[in-house]
T-cell receptor
Framework: AQSVTQLGSHVSVSEGALVLLRCNYS??????LFWYVQYPNQGLQLLLK??????LVKGINGFEAEFKKSETSFHLTKPSAHMSDAAEYFC?????????????FGKGTTLSVSS | DAGVTQSPTHLIKTRGQQVTLRCSPK?????VSWYQQALGQGPQFIFQ???????QRGNFPDRFSGHQFPNYSSELNVNALLLGDSALYLC???????????????FGQGTRLTVV
């Protein structure tokens, strides 16, 4: 069965600092991987996705993630944090090899940004 | 484009009651998935509908059932509510016909269900 592990339930950074949110996955088939962001009392918004094309994926709001098969990782980064980045971030893997099918989510990482 | 819309936004029910949540998918989407997000947790997949049939199901009891209508909208029904059913219920829509490279799930803002 596929699974996702997000290392660190809470990450705190200063405004302008590098953001690194960690995600490791387990999958018996080539995975489709996603990062979603959730603001308080909101649904989930897709930041970026990996669907077996380029291993370095660029998303919205300056975020990017690199798929590393050897490390089974898909860590999310942003060079310079902004106050508006404070939110809950979820890594997810698609069950099956077609994007849009059932998603398996990690437990989430809360990102705090201080001025 | 209205995106994915869910109703109601908030709901309070008593243990043992039944509840129905509703979802309208994004325009052009034909597939609806439902997720349960408990407080402080990631969303958990309940089931997925397309062509008016349940196609995939997660590890949820039969108390959770659903329906998809010809206009692709969907309902989630939960019978015999338990305190543990209190959660944010998220609906996601996607399209099966855009190919795996272009398919992604769009989420609604959710329905907050509180069981007392």
């Amino acid at each position: 069965a596929q699974s996702v592990t997000q290392l660190g339930s809470h990450v705190s950074v200063s405004e302008g600092a590098l953001v690194l949110l960690r995600c490791n996955y387990s999958s018996s088939v080539p995975p489709y991987l996603f990062w979603y962001v959730q603001y308080p009392n909101q649904g989930l918004q897709l930041l970026l996705k990996y669907t077996s094309a380029a291993t370095l994926v660029k998303g919205i709001n300056g975020f990017e993630a690199e798929f590393k098969k050897s490390e089974t990782s898909f860590h999310l980064t942003k060079p310079s944090a902004h106050m508006s980045d404070a939110a809950e971030y979820f890594c997810a893997v698609s069950e099956g090899n077609q994007a849009g099918t059932a998603l398996i989510f990690g437990k989430g990482t809360t990102l705090s940004v201080s001025s | 484009d209205a995106g994915v819309t869910q109703s109601p936004t908030h709901l309070i029910k008593t243990r043992g009651q039944q509840v129905t949540l509703r979802c309208s998918p994004k325009s052009g989407h034909d597939t609806v998935s439902w997720y349960q997000q408990a407080l402080g947790q990631g969303p958990q997949f309940i089931f997925q509908y397309y062509e008016e049939e349940e196609r995939q199901r997660g590890n949820f009891p039969d108390r959770f059932s659903g329906h998809q209508f010809p206009n692709y909208s969907s309902e989630l029904n939960v019978n015999a509510l338990l305190l543990g059913d209190s959660a944010l219920y998220l609906c996601a829509s996607s399209s099966r016909y855009r190919g795996p490279m272009n398919t992604e799930a769009f989420f609604g803002q959710g329905t907050r269900l509180t069981v007392v």
